[in-house]
């Protein structure tokens, strides 16, 4: 994983300017939420408070590893895109 300034304005490097779609939780409730990006090949993540603060970058991989373990602790499908 790495950290990634402003990820809504940088490409998958963060060297080129490219526009990111975010997508938050359906479940997400009071403002406490994170937003995902699919960006092939990584997944980013944010604080949906601080959409210009820094990103986590993640491989695809690593992403639906991290999924299909909330899965198993929720006792319900997590579905990655």
């Not at 490219?18 to 009071?30: E, G, M």
């Not at 403002?31 to 986590?56: I, Y």
Request: charged share 20%; aromatic share 4%.
């Amino acid at each position: 994983m790495t950290r990634h300034s402003a990820a809504n304005r940088g490409g998958p490097l963060g060297d080129t300017p490219t526009p990111v779609a975010w997508r938050k939780s359906s479940r997400s409730c009071q403002g406490n939420c994170v937003e995902v990006s699919t960006m092939s090949p990584l997944v980013l993540v944010r604080d949906s408070k601080d959409p210009d603060g820094p990103a986590l970058r993640i491989s695809r991989t690593a992403w639906r590893t991290f999924l299909n373990g909330m899965a198993g602790t929720t006792g319900g499908p997590v579905v990655a895109r």
